[in-house]
């Protein structure tokens, strides 16, 4: 990895953006050893309206902890999309759910399209862990954090008697990437 490295997650609120940006980071400093850190936002509304979190990682000190410069935007919602946009590098990526968001922004941009809440509803059987397969698609996508360090972020955050649920809904997402995407 080289310099700083930010990703955007972003969708309704109660899709659990937030919680998967939680579990980026904590999957970035504790089991792989880097620098990163997370923040959040999200509408007076909270459930239904757009919410983001962003996790940037470094390789040295991180001065300022908001993202400016995307290399990476997850959108779930048409909404989200449109909303959070405009930070993404020309050679950053914009991964979109391909059943959601059926319009993207113009931009130098690369867009990535993915059937990520079919995954969870018709692989898993769970909509709800939709963001998680995202996160396995977002570590497939940058490599900026290790599939096992996620994993392991995944099952330390995910309620007792979940965790074989979410280990498969993690491996979709990581799957549906390598799959998928060249």
């Not at 983001?52 to 995307?70: G, M, Y």
Request: aromatic letters at 6%; charged letters at 25%.
């Amino acid at each position: 990895m080289s310099g700083r490295y930010e990703i955007r997650f972003s969708g309704s609120g109660g899709q659990g953006l937030i919680l998967a940006g939680v579990i980026f980071a904590e999957a970035a400093t504790i089991f792989d050893k880097k620098t990163a850190v997370q923040s959040q936002s999200y509408g007076p509304e909270a459930r239904g309206g757009a919410s983001k979190s962003e996790v940037i990682i470094s390789d040295s000190a991180i001065d300022f902890p908001k993202a400016t410069e995307i290399d990476l935007m997850l959108a779930l919602t048409p909404e989200a999309c449109m909303k959070y946009y405009k930070d993404i590098k020309p050679s950053g990526t914009l991964l979109v759910d391909e059943d959601f968001v059926k319009e993207t922004p113009k931009g130098a941009f690369k867009v990535v399209r993915l059937p990520i809440i079919r995954t969870a509803s018709e692989e898993i059987g769970k909509a709800f862990v939709a963001n998680i397969v995202a996160l396995g698609a977002i570590t497939a996508l940058t490599g900026q954090v290790s599939i096992a360090a996620v994993e392991k972020a995944v099952l330390s955050r995910v309620p007792k008697g979940t965790e074989d649920l979410n280990k498969k809904a993690l491996m979709a997402g990581y799957d549906l990437v390598k799959s998928k995407v060249t």
